[in-house]
């Protein structure tokens, strides 16, 4: 690997802990996130002649944290300011790499200090997403079924908030944890599904996006033992993870569900997420769990309970009402008393105007359409899913559907 690439490569895995170990020093995510980028820079002039350091990320936190304390020096706050951070920084050997599966104090606090109540909760999460996730605001705007302008402008706005109101850079306790927890989560939530369904670019699945939020989730349920919502979010992404390998083939084309081997899902992360459920609450991400759990139970396809996942969209609707919950009840309802009976209820859900260029309505749609015998219909759907899709795979994948028929 040259050393450009070498670069890149470590920022985007090391990229959200510099900005928390940074964020520490100048407890603004602001300007954390621009000295993060200046060490990226140093980094791309210097490699490529001295050669990568043996130990990258620590490389690139060091030449941040350095310059962090500079900015700091500079201020007419120094004083103030270093004694807070503790003088021996100046002096701080490179950090060690964090163990396989740890994640350090500072990345909690930046989540934590991301989903601040004075942020709305739309830039709580876009703003989390981008420091924490690396998700650019193309990839928020479309988890978001936002325009990227507006996503662009709520990150740059909650930065400011944040600076104005000078948040602390803190794990909150008490009443403070809760308010924000619902915040943490959903960014979490948002972190794995477009690890596990990428929205753009040539791979359909992102796993170090996966394991990033998996341990997060991990993490909270430790901080937070007696919060039921918790161990659902952790239980629903264990069962999702569970199945990552099989979710593409030799060549990282996509593999529907009813064609995965499911003698090659990972039975240790389906025990854990059973065991969670033990700790599950009866919220969103709890019904969510619930209904990964019945894939996971499921030894053939044809074994799925489709019939109780159908009633638990159906509480999931009740608890939640969005449109892309409803599509989901519909294609369970597919399932348990046939497409004839679904088709109706996704008929229903091309006119909300936030599925206008949501790719898996015209493919769902698409999907019954040819099990209902309407072949040139369903053609015309999955052309149409295709042309909506950013994902190079997912689009192949209607293609090849769209062909076929």
Known sequence: ?????AVETVFRIESARIIAGVTRIVRDVGIAEEIAQDALVTALEQWPESGVPERPGAW??????????????RKETYARKLAEVGRTLQDEPPPAEPAPGDIDDDLLRLIFTACHPVLATEARIALTLRLVGGLTT???????????STVAQRIVRAKRTL???????????????????SSVLEVIYLVFNEGYAATSGDDLVRPALCEDALRLARVLTALMPQEGEAHGLAALLEFQASRIATRTGPDGEPVLLADQNRARWNRLLIARGARAMGRAGSGPYSLQAAIAGCHAAAV?????????????YGRLVQLTPSPVVELNRAVAVSMA??????????????R?????????LPSVRGDLLERLGRPGEARAEFERAASLTRNERERALLLRRAARL
């Open 337 to 350: 008393d046939g497409p004839a009976v679904a088709l109706p209820l996704v008929d229903a859900l091309t």
């Open 300 to 312: 053939r396809y044809e074994d799925t309970d489709w019939a109780r996942i159908a009633v638990l």
């Open 1 to 5: 690997m040259d050393a450009a690439r």
């Open 163 to 181: 600076a104005k109101a000078a948040v602390p850079f803190e794990v909150p306790y008490g009443a403070d944890r809760q308010a924000r927890l």
């Open 60 to 73: 690139l936190m060091a030449t941040a944290k350095r310059r962090a304390i500079d900015l700091v020096r």
């Open 138 to 148: 193309q990839e928020i705007a479309r988890a978001f079924l936002a325009a990227e």
């Open 352 to 360: 909300e105007p936030a599925l206008n260029s949501y790719h898996l």
